[in-house]
């Protein structure tokens, strides 16, 4: 049996992933702990030779507001309800450096080793949203290769979809455009088509938080399946939520059920794949470092009872394509 993997996915994205939820209304100490944060989780992973991808909005590698509008395509999302376009908002609203550029963080994540930096699209793209196109689509993910190419030197293999919109007619320009490397939802049903909400989905997803109410969410390296023409989708696992403030039962609650799937992986030879946005941390800096210690404590002794191993997405796609399942 081979070893489980234990892999990490993190949504970078300051306030283009949620502009269009919550505007100008943000304290600015979210996104000033935000930035503090990054750099401390990355000395925690390669403290302990945890491997990450940070899926980057790449709106948030350009310098200031002329580099960001060089590098923005264009061709932009023609989205029928206008409130979703990132380019929008900056016309109503202006830029603010310090919550739409870091690349200082990014140059940070491509120096810490085992970090893998992928893509959350240049501008939050939504592919299910009406009235967009594959071909805007296509524009922004060039757009974001090359404003990391040029700033940086990294071609990006892996890409997150935002807001996890997973648009499978969009998945070949994926993979004409260099991303090997998908990730996936979760298999349960409350995971999937999340454009379309509902009660009973938020309340499946959010009680599965704390208890097991769908399926298990690990699954053996051999089910990640490649089919010709589109990237490798590495499903997820789970979120890791923002804490709930003052209610250490739910926390731990949340924690146990984190740490109990991740221990069904590691015995099983199974994958288990952990996401989570880093603004998350934003409200309560130092109760969320204190969690992520926990698991990151959690999967030495794994690593050290089971041998299981931490794999970014690439390294775990790297993985699949040298011992592919026959399909």
């Known amino acids: 049996m081979s070893p489980g993997s234990f892999t990490i996915s993190l949504d970078f994205e300051l306030l283009w992933g ?4 919550i505007g100008t209304g943000y304290k600015p100490s979210y996104f000033l702990n935000t930035r503090q944060i990054v750099p401390i989780m990355l000395e925690k992973f390669a403290a302990a030779n945890i491997q990450a991808t940070w899926a980057t909005v790449g709106m948030l590698f350009a ?5 960001w509008r060089a590098y923005s395509p264009e061709f932009l ?3 029928r309800d206008r409130k979703y376009s990132a380019y929008e908002w900056v016309k109503k609203n202006g830029i ?4 739409h550029f870091a690349p200082e963080l990014i140059q940070q994540v491509i120096d810490t080793p085992g970090q893998e930096l992928g893509s ?13 196109s594959p071909e805007q689509f296509r524009e922004d993910l060039k757009a974001t290769q090359r404003i990391s190419q040029d700033k940086f030197g990294v071609s990006l293999e892996s890409l997150v979809f ?9 998945l070949s320009v994926c993979l004409e455009e260099g991303y090997k490397y998908v990730r996936g939802n979760p298999r349960n049903w409350f995971w999937q088509e999340t454009q379309h909400e509902n009660l009973s989905k938020k309340i499946f997803r959010s009680a599965d938080c704390f208890f097991q109410v769908g399926a298990k969410t690990s699954y053996l390296l051999a089910e990640v399946q490649e089919f010709a023409g589109e990237p490798l989708i590495i499903p997820a696992s789970r979120i890791l939520r923002p804490q709930q403030q003052h209610n250490m039962l739910m926390n731990k609650s949340r924690m146990a059920r984190i740490k109990g799937e991740m221990e069904y992986a590691a015995k099983h030879g199974e994958v288990y794949h952990l996401w989570w946005h ?10 969320s470092l204190a969690e992520l210690d926990e698991l990151i404590t959690h999967f030495t002794r794994l690593h050290d009872e089971y041998g299981m191993v931490s794999m970014n997405m690439r390294s775990l796609g790297e993985q699949v394509r040298k011992n592919p399942m026959p399909v």
């Open 77 to 79: 999302p023609s989205y």
């Open 120 to 132: 959350h699209t240049y501008a939050h793209y939504y592919t299910l949203m009406r009235g967009q």
């Open 96 to 99: 603010r450096p310090e919550v």
């Open 63 to 67: 310098e200031n507001e002329e580099e």
């Open 278 to 287: 880093p603004h998350n941390f934003g409200a309560s800096p130092e109760s």
């Open 162 to 170: 935002p807001r996890n919109h997973i648009n499978e007619l969009y």
């Open 18 to 21: 949620i502009f269009d939820k």
